[in-house]
């Protein structure tokens, strides 16, 4: 019996001290370096303009004006919905999924004018994991540019200007590719004065 307790007292002080450590220390801890470290990112990492929050460099938002570059497709909730993050779960046999890129296609051709013969890239028609990501490919921004341009009524070597400031390289220089953060484009664009 006294073997029982005594069993039974470490795993009561484990399981406190545990409970203290990760549910109390480690959070706070967390909380304080990404306070310290990376005071933006640790608090949403929001655009402002004017004092009125745009929206978050980490969350894709729905842009449909031709002034605007659009992003990918989203499948989150109704999409955009940071409540409800994920991809349709739909394969690439789904009759519905096909269907679905092929008008995306068309939409894409007809909206940025383009030619027959030229490829869409697959960011355009084709919504990420999450639904909420926040990047196109160069190869998008570039075919939107004068989509933009025309609707601004600015140079198209303008809006192409814009598009390589909002560039961002790979992750540490070899993950992923280079590409463009919507929102950061938008504002950027918004700010020129004709």
């Not at 790979?170 to 992923?176: K, Q, T, Y």
Request: hydrophobic share 45%; proline share 4%.
């Amino acid at each position: 019996m006294k073997n029982l307790l005594t069993e039974l007292h470490l795993a009561l002080v484990a399981t406190i001290t545990l409970g203290v450590v990760v549910c109390g220390i480690y959070p706070v801890m967390v909380w304080v370096l990404g306070q310290g470290l990376f005071p933006i990112e640790a608090n949403g990492s929001f655009k402002t303009r004017a004092g009125k929050i745009m929206g978050s460099d980490l969350i894709g938002q729905r842009f449909t004006d031709a002034k605007y570059f659009h992003p990918r497709p989203s499948a989150a909730g109704s999409g955009y919905d940071a409540t409800n993050s994920g991809g349709t779960n739909l394969g690439p046999t789904s009759k519905r999924l096909v269907d679905a890129v092929k008008q995306r296609v068309l939409d894409y051709r007809a909206e940025n004018r383009l030619a027959p013969d030229v490829l869409v890239p697959a960011d355009a028609v084709m919504a990420s994991a999450s639904g909420l990501d926040p990047h196109i490919s160069l190869k998008n921004a570039y075919l939107q540019a004068a989509r933009v341009a025309r609707a601004r009524e600015l140079s198209e070597k303008t809006v192409l200007r814009e598009v390589a400031i909002a560039t961002e390289d790979r992750d540490l220089g070899i993950l992923g590719e280079a590409r463009v953060n919507v929102l950061k484009l938008n504002i950027a664009l918004d700010g020129i004065l004709r």
